[in-house]
T-cell receptor, first 113, second 113 residues
């Protein structure tokens, strides 16, 4: 039982390049989330998907797009990477939105030069 | 503006003692509050959830209190062990945005033998 799996674990990009971060969960959860974590700051929600077929913006959505491919998979795309997007990105899932624990992957460490 | 504050200074504590962490918030009316543990290089792991109508919640050596009047949660680790060394994050839901969590920056706990 893998839980939440994120790929890749590490990535270095040049400014202006695009990339998709992948996330898959095997817990049959309805809701999925993307966060970024920067030093000295709390996790900040980028986008979330309350259920398959829906997505909604979080606190810091600019520069990102998401796709809820199916119930298991939720991808995050950087269309034109900027140095300000250097961060650790975490994907999470929960049974339902709200009032539920969230289960996190181990993150993608992304550096943009 | 909405704000969640956790002590940014590391808490150094001797094995066997009780560690107490605080989470203060302003301009929120959360329906529930969660606590997570994060180890270096790993994603957060859910520990406890407490609802606004609950004063206290326990799980093994962990205890959480939630005072909506003071806008504060306290997280206690009793009989602390070196394995409890980690960063602890509090997270609040935003009641008008069901399922969206706001995280504090976390407090590092270091338990020495």
């Amino acid at each position: 039982n893998a839980g939440v799996t994120q790929t890749p674990k590490f990535q270095v990009l040049k400014t202006g390049q695009s990339m998709t971060l992948q996330c898959a969960q095997d817990m049959n959860h309805n809701s999925m989330y993307w966060y970024r974590q920067d030093p000295g700051m709390g996790l900040r929600l980028i986008y979330y998907s309350a259920s398959e077929g829906t997505t909604d913006k979080g606190e810091v959505p600019n520069g990102y797009n998401v796709s809820r491919l199916n119930k298991r998979e939720f991808s995050l795309r950087l269309e034109s990477a900027a140095p300000s997007q250097t961060s650790v990105y975490f994907c999470a899932s929960s049974v339902e939105p709200g009032n539920q624990p969230q289960h996190f992957g181990d993150g993608t460490r992304l550096s943009i030069l | 503006s909405q704000k969640i504050e956790q002590n940014s200074e590391a808490l150094n504590i001797q094995e066997g003692k009780t560690a107490t962490l605080t989470c203060n918030y302003t301009n929120y009316s959360p329906a529930y509050l969660q606590w997570y543990r994060q180890d270096p290089g790993r994603g957060p792991v859910f520990l406890l959830l407490i609802r606004e109508n609950e004063k206290e919640k326990r799980k093994e050596r962990l205890k959480v209190t939630f005072d909506t009047t003071l806008k504060q949660s306290l997280f206690h680790i009793t009989a602390s062990q070196p394995a409890d060394s980690a960063t602890y994050l509090c997270a609040l839901d935003i009641t008008d945005s069901w399922g969206k969590l706001q995280f504090g920056a976390g407090t590092q706990v270091v338990v020495t033998p």
